[in-house]
């Protein structure tokens, strides 16, 4: 269970000028308007009718995580600290600009089993082909993220959109072994529809390419021997079986996404209404480096076929439905997706696999909030996501599956309010239940490190029911007419609802603590 932060900052927190039926929305002066603009950010030519005014936010934030109760290839610790701007420009009645940049700089404490840029905070297991060391160490990751998107209505009816993404990730370990790891990845999409009266149907599509770069150092080479276990560099390959990767100083990945999909929307003044349906497939190649091709000791590492040792492939199913109330008195939203995820490996030396992953997730968020004129009298958010997955190594030999049932629900309200200064308060709570799980496992060797120390403390995680509050509070002031200060806090924590995972692991009983804080600016 992951904390979000613009979750606990309320989707709710701030009906300040709130637009009127047929006036402009302002998304910064109404949280509620944020869910919005993540569905633009999905298909922007569906919402190109939608009466956005121009606006630039500007954010800094800091977030710290304490996480005494986890999966094992996550930190223990970390503090967050970012920069983001975001905007929307409408040149035109046909033209209308999207922008975003987001710089982060994370630093995690007490990370092990894991020398790669992925954890498992938010999401089951790591794919499957990665190298760890038992040993924790300290990380630091730096990410930039630019973002750009656009709408254009060329003739009567017909609408295109583009998007395109890039994102530069340098990551290193701060002690032996020390893993460097440079990323960019880059996607673009573009879109193609028709409006006919309220009704629009559109076809998009988009291609992507992330590569990543890990170069291994140690201080001391020695120590990475099988005589010192905490140290010895080893590599997964599956879910619970270790296999020799001579190349473990210097190797990448490729991975390329494509997908399509089409769309279908649907407006009154009052109403709104849009779906789509995306088919994704990403490929990640692994390289090797040219020492064990030529056999040598070292080597370099670039994307060539003589060079490819593994393939992990992810085919995704997609659907996303929106429905967008806008009254008088009252707004309201819901949103439904449902995805269906398969992951499966691919051994070139072996030639076949052992390793299948499914995920089937449905997901319901519906929020709404009462107005009196331009103060928030109430509002909630309800939301709920059903995971159905499973792990399985053939070879290894592992069989998870968990079944599992997410609840969130928060309230908010205007507790103080005038013509230049507002306070919000949030509270709420956020839950995690098992609904059935299963872990069967049978040594396929003596090394069973992995089973031992990572799969069986994870499923004993995600096997253990969890309850926690959730506080926030945000202070808006105008600065001028057109400028708006906003001051926001956010604290959360999580609570197992048994005993079990302290029985069975090494927890020390204490909950996971959350805390985010910020101010951003806007106009």
């Known amino acids: 269970m992951k904390f979000k932060t613009f979750y606990i900052a309320s989707f709710l927190s701030f009906g300040w000028a709130s637009a009127q039926l047929n006036d402009s929305i302002f998304i910064p002066r109404n949280q509620f308007y944020y869910n919005q603009l993540e569905s633009v950010w999905d298909n922007p030519i569906q919402f190109s009718k939608q009466k956005f005014s121009d606006f630039t936010e500007t954010e800094l934030s800091a977030t710290v995580k304490e996480l005494n109760m986890k999966r094992v290839q996550t930190a223990e610790s970390s503090s967050q600290f970012g920069f983001k701007t975001q905007g929307i420009y409408n040149i035109s009645e046909k033209l209308r600009l999207l922008g975003s940049f987001d710089y982060q700089f994370l630093t995690e404490k007490n990370l092990g089993y894991n020398l790669t840029t992925d954890r498992t905070e938010d999401q089951f297991v790591l794919n499957p082909n990665y190298l760890f060391v038992p040993k924790k160490a300290n990380w630091e990751t730096q990410t930039y993220h630019l973002k750009g998107g656009l709408s254009y209505q060329i003739w009567k009816g017909l609408e295109l959109g583009a998007l395109v993404d890039y994102k530069n990730l340098s990551s290193y370990r701060k002690s032996d072994p020390r893993p460097e790891i440079k990323t960019a990845d880059y996607s673009g999409k573009i879109f193609a529809g028709y409006r006919l009266g309220k009704h629009q149907l559109s076809v998009f599509g988009g291609l992507g390419r992330k590569t990543e770069t890990y170069d291994i150092l140690s201080v001391n080479e020695t120590m ?151 103060k928030i009298k109430f509002g909630a958010t309800v ?141």
């Open 383 to 523: 939301e709920a996501v059903y995971n159905d997955f499973s792990a399985i190594d053939l070879l290894g030999v592992t069989h998870k599956y968990v079944k599992s049932l997410d609840l969130n629900i928060k309230f908010n309200k205007d507790i103080f309010y005038r013509d230049t200064q507002k306070v919000n308060l949030e509270v709420g709570a956020m839950s995690y239940f098992p609904v059935s799980e299963s872990l069967k496992y049978t040594a396929a060797s003596s090394n069973t490190l992995l089973y031992d120390q990572v799969i069986k403390n994870d499923h004993e995680f995600d096997s253990t029911s969890k309850l926690g509050p959730q506080l926030g509070l945000q202070l808006y002031q105008k600065v001028s007419a057109k400028t708006t200060l906003k001051i926001f806090t956010n604290f959360a924590t999580l609570f197992p609802l048994n005993k079990r995972f302290e029985q069975n692991t090494e927890y020390n009983g204490n909950p996971n603590l959350y805390f985010n804080a910020g101010i951003s600016l806007f106009y």
């Open 224 to 374: 990475n021997a099988t005589s010192n276990p905490e140290y010895y560099v080893r590599f997964s390959n599956g879910y619970g079986r270790q296999i020799y990767f001579p190349s473990y100083t210097d190797y990448s990945y490729r991975t390329v996404d494509r997908n399509f999909g089409g769309g279908y929307s649907f407006e009154t003044p009052k109403n709104f209404f849009n779906i789509n349906f995306t088919y994704s497939k990403s490929m990640q190649d692994l390289f090797g480096n040219t020492g064990e091709r030529d056999g040598r000791t070292s080597g370099y590492t670039y994307f060539d076929e003589s060079l490819e040792k593994m393939k992990y492939r992810l085919v995704t199913y997609k659907t996303d439905a929106n429905y967008w109330y806008k009254g008088d008195k009252m707004d309201f939203t819901s949103n439904v997706n449902f995805q269906s995820i398969t992951g499966d490996n691919y051994n070139n030396a072996e030639f076949g696999q052992n390793y299948r992953m499914t995920l089937d997730k449905l997901s319901s968020v519906n929020s709404m909030i009462l107005k009196d004129n331009q």
